[in-house]
């Protein structure tokens, strides 16, 4: 089994930067594609990135705002989010597609959420 684990969330104030985490854990043998979402309330979830291949792609509307990175030996990813506005507030979630095995099946997992809140 395999859990994905968000964290680094919390309150800032618009302007500042914010970095979030994605720890995965369990039985790993490769991680595969990763995102990112969010989901504000009253809203739907909202994409923010996909990491295919080594190939990062966002959402127009947080291009140059928002960058996703990788430490493969720690099995985390992380999502960079600077110039953070209060419309930034949400909950933010990872997702990724993990094999167990070399050879396996490549299965989908999210993590729990963290809250993010920018204060004006």
């Known amino acids: 089994q395999v859990q994905l684990v968000e964290s680094g969330g919390g309150l800032v104030q618009a302007g500042g930067p914010l970095r979030l985490s994605c720890a995965a854990s369990?039985?790993?043998?490769?991680?595969?594609?990763t995102g990112w979402s969010r989901q504000a309330p009253g809203r739907q979830r909202e994409l923010i990135s996909i990491?295919?291949?080594?190939?990062?792609n966002y959402a127009d509307s947080l291009k140059g705002r928002f960058t996703v990175s990788r430490d493969d030996a720690k099995n985390t990813v992380y999502l960079q989010m600077n110039s953070l506005k209060p419309e930034d507030t949400a909950v933010y979630y990872c997702?990724?597609?993990?094999?167990?095995?070399?050879?396996?099946?490549?299965?989908?997992?999210w993590g729990q959420g963290t809250q993010v809140t920018v204060s004006s």
């Open positions: 997702n990724a597609n993990v094999r167990s095995r070399l050879c396996g099946p490549s299965d989908n997992y």
């Open positions: 369990g039985t790993i043998s490769s991680i595969d594609a």
């Open positions: 990491t295919s291949g080594g190939n990062a």
